[in-house]
């Protein structure tokens, strides 16, 4: 070939700008079934120029002009002689190619950085610690004073990832957020943001990323981070901090409804506008008051409290007394229900109930929602009074706090069942709500007990013990505990707390409390003063209590 005289030769290599530089040479490696051995690279424009070892490679790399590679077609031209590439006491192109080369190479760069730190499915991105990272620091770029680094890896990202939902910024040293002024932009759809441990001390920081001052907010945040913050903790340590604190993320972030891994009642929810109707709003209060108990009438109201006395008091110190008042031929069950949620409200003081062992219960549950084997269900029905005894002897020992009549609830009312040979007879249903605790554990566990009683016949066992009736079945439902609120008795309009009480911050504390969760103003201050005052706490712990608390606490 004319001007060719041996040795390495220049290739010219157009429209590979969609992809990467190393992603081109794997490319190329695996078309011309070799490796290419490229000795240098070199960029002026938008063409790349590539020295390889012989004409022959060139030769290779010419067939496969045309060929498609991210989107584009590759064309490949000898360059003899070569184009010459000067460089200057810094390595730099002094020809004019050095400005894109340069940008070049920080572009694949920042592909990998990107591509160690998305997680698979290019939902979730992590930048936190820029600083320390190797290829940052190949670049030579310093993310604590120079933006336009994450301003360029926003960009690349949303070509790569353009699904994230979820970016971590934390320890990034980022005084001021105009560095990611462009986040709405290029994710609109981020529901996850942590800005941890940073150096943010002013909220007004904030409004680059929402509606105060972009064309492009957050409107889809769901989860923001600002622990470690100087604006966050300075703001919790003034009185009233934590209602302040989470006023100001909302007037910027109405969608948040975690912040700082806390779950807070959102001021809107995502693409509805604020005060819109959401699945947030407030629970509607029904027209009528929680009684503790129903009773049909005073007869088996006095039946009632005399047995549980008395079964109560053996079931706790002596349950092989129990015989005396277990039908010859009665039945017994046990259920253990693992879902309901633990009443933070009603048990201040108590030790997580999330590692509550119910394994020795379980073991003869009868759950019909968990126990599908029809063997299982029928050998865990216990039936008879000898079996019964027995089973229940074997169960940790408890104690139920009869002398707290608030933590006990039950209703009583008569039915008619049938009987031997189908003739009806007229039984008492007793359901108890309470608890126990076991004193080996300390734990405490919630209950509810369903008895069929029947009449207790003269001189039977049962009457012989003081016993006005004989268990004909009894179902014993067992779960974490759950406390005693939800049955409280409390009138269909209970009375506003007197605000002239409470210090300034405290009725500001209670008002907005009442604002965020719909509790009137009786349980608003219930709530506070459980949580000593602590409206961030009470604000938190709301959504683990919301369900087991009675429907008169709302408005």
Same mark, same amino acid.
């Given at each position: 070939?004319?001007?060719?005289?041996?040795?390495?030769?220049?290739?010219?290599?157009?429209?590979?700008?969609?992809?990467?530089?190393?992603?081109?040479?794997?490319?190329?490696?695996?078309?011309?079934?070799?490796?290419?051995?490229?000795?240098?690279?070199?960029?002026?424009?938008?063409?790349?120029?590539?020295?390889?070892?012989?004409?022959?490679?060139?030769?290779?790399?010419?067939?496969?002009?045309?060929?498609?590679?991210?989107?584009?077609?590759?064309?490949?031209?000898?360059?003899?002689?070569?184009?010459?590439?000067?460089?200057?006491?810094?390595?730099?192109?002094?020809?004019?190619?050095?400005?894109?080369?340069?940008?070049?190479?920080?572009?694949?760069?920042?592909?990998?950085?990107?591509?160690?730190?998305?997680?698979?499915?290019?939902?979730?991105?992590?930048?936190?610690?820029?600083?320390?990272?190797?290829?940052?620091?190949?670049?030579?770029?310093?993310?604590?004073?120079?933006?336009?680094?994450?301003?360029?890896?926003?960009?690349?990202?949303?070509?790569?990832?353009?699904?994230?939902?979820?970016?971590?910024?934390?320890?990034?040293?980022?005084?001021?957020?105009?560095?990611?002024?462009?986040?709405?932009?290029?994710?609109?759809?981020?529901?996850?943001?942590?800005?941890?441990?940073?150096?943010?001390?002013?909220?007004?920081?904030?409004?680059?990323?929402?509606?105060?001052?972009?064309?492009?907010?957050?409107?889809?945040?769901?989860?923001?981070?600002?622990?470690?913050?100087?604006?966050?903790?300075?703001?919790?340590?003034?009185?009233?901090?934590?209602?302040?604190?989470?006023?100001?993320?909302?007037?910027?972030?109405?969608?948040?409804?975690?912040?700082?891994?806390?779950?807070?009642?959102?001021?809107?929810?995502?693409? &509805?506008? $604020? +005060?819109?109707?959401?699945?947030?709003?407030? %629970?509607? /209060? !029904? #027209?009528?008051?929680?009684?503790?108990?129903?009773?049909?009438?005073?007869?088996?109201?006095?039946?009632?409290?005399?047995?549980?006395?008395?079964?109560?008091?053996?079931?706790?110190?002596?349950?092989?007394?129990?015989?005396?008042?277990?039908?010859?031929?009665?039945?017994?069950?046990?259920?253990?229900?693992?879902?309901?949620?633990?009443?933070?409200?009603?048990?201040?003081?108590?030790?997580?109930?999330?590692?509550?062992?119910?394994?020795?219960?379980?073991?003869?549950?009868?759950?019909?929602?968990?126990?599908?084997?029809?063997?299982?269900?029928?050998?865990? &029905?216990? $039936? +008879?009074?000898?079996?019964?005894?027995?089973? %229940?002897? /074997? !169960? #940790?020992?408890?104690?139920?706090?009869?002398?707290?009549?608030?933590?006990?609830?039950?209703?009583?009312?008569?039915?008619?069942?049938?009987?031997?040979?189908?003739?009806?007879?007229?039984?008492?249903?007793?359901?108890?709500?309470?608890?126990?605790?076991?004193?080996?554990?300390?734990?405490?566990?919630?209950?509810?007990?369903?008895?069929?009683?029947?009449?207790?016949?003269?001189?039977?066992?049962?009457?012989?013990?003081?016993?006005?009736?004989?268990?004909?079945?009894?179902?014993?439902?067992?779960?974490?505990?759950?406390?005693?609120?939800?049955?409280?008795?409390?009138?269909?309009?209970?009375?506003?707390?007197?605000?002239?009480?409470?210090?300034?911050?405290?009725?500001?504390?209670?008002?907005?409390?009442?604002?965020?969760?719909?509790?009137?103003?009786?349980?608003?201050?219930?709530?506070?003063?459980?949580?000593?005052?602590?409206?961030?706490?009470?604000?938190?712990?709301?959504?683990?209590?919301?369900?087991?608390?009675?429907?008169?606490?709302?408005?």
């Amino acid at each position: 070939m004319v001007g060719y005289t041996g040795g390495p030769v220049q290739v010219s290599i157009k429209g590979w700008g969609g992809g990467t530089e190393s992603s081109l040479m794997r490319f190329l490696d695996n078309k011309t079934g070799r490796s290419v051995n490229i000795k240098s690279v070199n960029y002026r424009g938008d063409i790349m120029y590539v020295l390889v070892p012989s004409m022959d490679v060139a030769q290779e790399l010419l067939k496969l002009s045309g060929i498609r590679f991210a989107g584009g077609k590759l064309i490949f031209q000898l360059k003899i002689p070569q184009v010459k590439f000067g460089a200057d006491s810094t390595g730099r192109d002094i020809q004019g190619g050095s400005s894109t080369s340069e940008s070049a190479n920080i572009k694949d760069r920042l592909i990998n950085l990107l591509q160690t730190r998305a997680d698979m499915q290019g939902s979730s991105l992590d930048l936190s610690s820029l600083a320390q990272d190797n290829i940052i620091k190949s670049i030579g770029a310093d993310p604590l004073r120079d933006g336009k680094i994450f301003k360029a890896i926003l960009v690349i990202a949303e070509q790569i990832y353009p699904g994230l939902v979820t970016i971590n910024f934390a320890d990034n040293g980022l005084r001021s957020l105009k560095p990611i002024v462009d986040l709405g932009a290029h994710f609109p759809g981020l529901r996850n943001l942590s800005l941890m441990n940073n150096m943010i001390s002013d909220f007004r920081e904030l409004d680059c990323l929402s509606s105060a001052g972009s064309t492009a907010p957050l409107g889809q945040l769901a989860e923001l981070i600002l622990l470690g913050n100087p604006a966050r903790e300075a703001e919790l340590a003034q009185p009233g901090g934590g209602l302040s604190y989470v006023n100001k993320v909302h007037q910027r972030f109405p969608t948040v409804s975690m912040l700082d891994m806390n779950p807070v009642t959102p001021r809107a929810q995502p693409g &509805l506008p $604020v +005060g819109a109707h959401s699945d947030v709003a407030a %629970i509607k /209060q !029904l #027209p009528f008051s929680t009684e503790q108990s129903f009773v049909e009438n005073q007869g088996i109201g006095d039946m009632a409290n005399t047995f549980l006395a008395g079964f109560f008091g053996l079931y706790d110190g002596n349950r092989s007394g129990l015989a005396n008042i277990y039908d010859q031929e009665a039945q017994f069950s046990l259920m253990v229900d693992t879902s309901p949620p633990t009443n933070s409200l009603a048990q201040p003081k108590a030790q997580s109930q999330k590692h509550v062992d119910l394994s020795v219960y379980i073991r003869i549950s009868r759950n019909l929602a968990r126990v599908k084997s029809h063997i299982k269900r029928s050998s865990a &029905l216990i $039936v +008879g009074r000898d079996a019964i005894i027995q089973t %229940i002897s /074997q !169960l #940790p020992t408890t104690q139920h706090p009869v002398q707290d009549a608030q933590r006990f609830s039950f209703d009583a009312w008569q039915a008619n069942v049938p009987g031997a040979q189908g003739v009806p007879h007229t039984v008492a249903i007793l359901v108890v709500h309470g608890e126990f605790t076991e004193p080996q554990s300390q734990n405490t566990i919630s209950f509810d007990r369903v008895f069929a009683l029947a009449p207790a016949l003269p001189g039977s066992a049962a009457a012989s013990v003081g016993s006005p009736c004989v268990v004909v079945n009894d179902q014993l439902t067992l779960r974490r505990y759950n406390g005693f609120h939800s049955w409280l008795a409390m009138p269909a309009d209970p009375p506003a707390a007197a605000s002239g009480s409470l210090a300034p911050e405290q009725q500001e504390m209670a008002r907005a409390l009442q604002e965020q969760t719909g509790l009137n103003a009786e349980w608003t201050l219930k709530c506070l003063e459980n949580y000593g005052w602590n409206y961030q706490l009470a604000l938190s712990e709301f959504p683990q209590i919301r369900g087991t608390l009675p429907r008169e606490a709302f408005q």
